[in-house]
């Protein structure tokens, strides 16, 4: 599996950290960030830092792998509730038996994969469960 630097590079901001938009006109928060509102089409949008915390609404285990995942088996993906409201599609990393549907998520930054070819890593964001936080 390929790496291309130029194109991490440009998506950097979405790829390190959790960047939304929320429109002025009618407090609409949008992941990944847009240029227009996807509730009532209006252009005012700013961008805003998500909170990367969360609850975990549902997951799912997956056995199968693509080239270059082998060694990240099995991989679990999880269904996540931000606490800005927003539900989104994200990796879990550092699962281990205690993983729960309602339980406290955070984001953070892990290895998504390496180019075999010239030894580069990507990194992303990643959400792991979060100790003695109470459900909200």
């Keep these: 599996m390929k790496i291309f630097p130029p194109q991490v590079w440009r998506n950097k901001e979405t790829m390190y950290r959790l960047i939304a938009t929320k429109c002025t006109s009618c407090g609409n928060v949008m992941f990944p960030a847009r240029n227009v509102c996807n509730k009532c089409g209006s252009t005012k949008v700013t961008k805003v830092k998500l909170s990367g915390k969360g609850t975990l609404v549902s997951y799912t285990v997956n056995y199968q792998s693509i080239p270059g995942m082998e060694k990240v088996q099995p991989s679990y993906i999880g269904l996540i509730k931000l606490d800005e409201g927003i539900e ?28 075999s070819t010239n ?11 979060v100790e003695n936080e109470p459900n909200r």
């Design 119 to 129: 030894g580069l890593i990507e990194y992303g964001v990643k959400f792991r469960l």
């Design 88 to 115: 989104i599609v994200a990796p879990l990393t550092d699962v281990d038996e205690n993983l729960r549907d309602g339980a406290r998520v955070e984001a953070t930054i892990r290895r998504i994969r390496a180019d």
